[in-house]
């Protein structure tokens, strides 16, 4: 449905993008439903980036998320074998994610089902295209960042 043509308001963007990150995690998931992982893929590879020196603090900085999910992921990844907990040495109150054999096992099979789906959304957009898209999504990410840090609502 066209919503210009209904005179119909303009679709929210955090419901298109939502929209379109439920049809993508869906896929994906149903594509690597033999790993036991559901949607901490992307944690997973974060924590595989970090070669055992990122903390859960880091990785909720990173995904923009508060400690009581980070310690549900990490929970879940490492109850069914992706991800441990090692304590750092410096600091005992902290702990590094490291990846087990498993998870690094799971890693190639993670990345390149992410970069097919990927092409499949991107299809009929030129490289230029894509980046800026990247682009322009990074913008609205600062903006809206700036805005609910300087927001006194």
Partial sequence: ??????NL???PLGRITGRISRMFFGTLQKRL????????????LLIDAGEGK?????LANELLSDKVQ???IVDYLSTN????RVQNQKDRREYNLTITDKGRK????????????????YNGLSPKQIKE???MLSLIETNLLYHNNNSTL
């Avoid at 449905?1 to 209904?6: E, F, N, P, W």
């Avoid at 074998?81 to 441990?84: K, Q």
């Avoid at 190639?108 to 499949?120: A, N």
């Fill in 1 to 6: 449905m066209d919503a210009d043509k209904k």
């Fill in 33 to 44: 439903s033999h790993l036991d992982i559901q949607r901490s893929f992307y944690p997973l």
């Fill in 133 to 135: 898209l990247y682009s």
């Fill in 9 to 11: 308001p303009r679709e």
């Fill in 81 to 84: 074998g992706y991800v441990e």
């Fill in 54 to 58: 990122l903390t859960q603090q880091e």
């Fill in 106 to 121: 799971a890693i190639p099979d993670i990345k390149d089902t992410i970069q097919e789906l990927s092409g499949i959304a």
């Fill in 70 to 72: 980070i310690v549900r």
